[in-house]
């Protein structure tokens, strides 16, 4: 596995009860860093932080209540003292067509896969401007670069405006220090796959378009992510790197 030397930094990953988001909190620990384990999912929150090798708390929060999101903040940094890099990495994909998809559905997606991560990073740019450096990653999709889902519109729509996001934040935050990139996953084998991965004539057309021949598992992430956390990537900031075995080449 990558590793870099994260010792003394202090990442906060959303989401990270199971599935990517818990391998990227495993990734965190093992180089180093404490870790702030969010999700609203108490019990898998809670079950990710026994895991982890270092320092590690768990923070159950709503990521979509703009109130409870900076409750959250100040309490990692009275904790840890600090919070360095901020994972955005909660998730959901309703799954409908256009034409059958429920506001209640489409908010979902909205406010999960975009709002949160403004919230967050608004939080969070608060905090990390003050020590002038920081790391932001977001959790897109390559969904979100312009690349239809069928039945997915509010996913495919929030995950485009998260590179967006992305892109303004790292242009206002560069001024503090603060880098700000999205990691782009194709295909990854965790519970919000499970249906694809069941389908099989869905199955032979995805791999049939993924070069490398294989859909990604949760640790396929890591990697990426803990180089755009860590100085190695330094220069590097609003860019949406997709991670997807070749399936999606710009
Ligand atoms: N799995 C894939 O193929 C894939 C591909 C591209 C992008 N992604 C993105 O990666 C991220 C993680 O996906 P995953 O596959 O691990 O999903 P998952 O469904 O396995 O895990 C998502 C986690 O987010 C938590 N969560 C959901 N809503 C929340 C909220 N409002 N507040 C706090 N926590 C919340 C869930 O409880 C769960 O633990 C998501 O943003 C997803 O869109 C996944």
């Known amino acids: 596995m990558f590793s870099v030397n994260l010792k003394g930094k202090v990442a906060l990953v959303t989401g990270a009860g199971r599935g990517i988001g818990k391998a990227i909190a495993q990734g965190f620990a093992d180089c180093g860093a404490r870790v702030a384990v969010n999700d609203i999912d108490s019990t898998s929150a809670t079950l990710t932080t026994g895991i982890l090798s270092g320092e590690a708390n768990a923070y159950v929060a709503d990521v979509r ?22 994972v955005n990495n909660a998730g959901v994909e309703p799954r409908a067509s256009i034409l059958e998809m429920s506001d209640a559905d489409w908010h979902d997606a909205v406010s999960t896969n975009l709002d949160a991560a403004f919230y967050t990073s608004r939080s969070a740019g608060r ?48 001024a503090y220090g603060i880098r700000v990139n999205a990691v782009c996953p194709g295909v990854i084998e965790t519970e919000m796959t499970t249906h694809l991965r ?25 990697g990426l992510v803990l180089f755009l956390s860590s100085d190695a990537s330094r220069y590097l900031t609003g860019q949406a790197i997709n991670i997807d075995g070749g399936k999606v080449m710009l």
């Open 65 to 86: 209540d703009s109130a409870a999101v900076e409750k959250m903040i100040d309490k990692v940094v009275a904790d840890f003292g600090r919070l360095d890099i901020l």
């Open 198 to 222: 069941h389908n099989e004539a869905q199955m032979k057309k995805w791999l049939e378009d993924i070069p490398q021949g294989r859909l990604g598992i949760p640790e396929d992430v890591v």
């Open 127 to 174: 905090i990390m401007r003050v020590r002038g450096e920081g790391a932001i990653i977001n959790i897109s999709s390559i969904a979100g670069h312009n690349i239809p889902i069928a039945m997915r519109s509010g996913y495919v729509a929030s995950k485009a405006g998260l590179i967006g996001f992305t892109k303004e934040c790292a242009r206002e935050f560069a």
